[in-house]
């Protein structure tokens, strides 16, 4: 079992900076792969980025299109924690942001939300332009 718990959303203008942080429990944080998703309200979930597990070889990294060249993902696994840093936030970036858990490894493409199998309970951000 994997609890999840973000923060750092809130009210911000365009332009500004955002770092969201997901704080994990219960498992072997460093084992498996996290992800950032968003949802805007009548739009579906959508992938945003994903960090792997840790590796002899660090980490990979792999973002959505809409945040590439504006959004990192890192992780600190001596706090259990993620972190997604987006900057020049646009108003199109307003959503309810999740991270999640991808315990298992299931093969499926890693942005699709089928393949995490833990969420939190998500953090809004509202980019007021």
């Known amino acids: 079992q994997v609890q999840l718990v973000e923060s750092g959303g809130g009210l911000v203008q365009a332009g500004d900076s955002l770092r969201l942080s997901c704080a994990a429990s219960?498992?072997?944080?460093?084992?498996?792969?996290m992800g950032w998703f968003r949802q805007a309200p009548g739009k579906e979930r959508e992938f945003v980025a994903r960090?792997?597990?840790?590796?002899?070889?660090?980490?990979?990294?792999y973002y959505a299109d809409s945040v590439k060249g504006r959004g990192t993902i890192s992780r600190d696994n001596a706090k259990n924690t993620v972190y997604l840093q987006v900057n020049s936030l646009k108003p199109e970036d307003t959503a309810v942001y999740y991270c999640?858990?991808?315990?298992?490894?299931?093969?499926?493409?890693?942005?699709?939300?089928?393949?995490?199998?833990?969420w939190g309970q998500g953090t809004q951000v509202t980019v007021s332009s």
């Open positions: 999640a858990a991808d315990t298992d490894s299931g093969g499926g493409h890693y942005s699709d939300p089928r393949e995490y199998d833990y």
């Open positions: 219960g498992h072997t944080f460093s084992s498996y792969a």
């Open positions: 960090i792997s597990r840790s590796s002899w070889s660090g980490y990979s990294t």
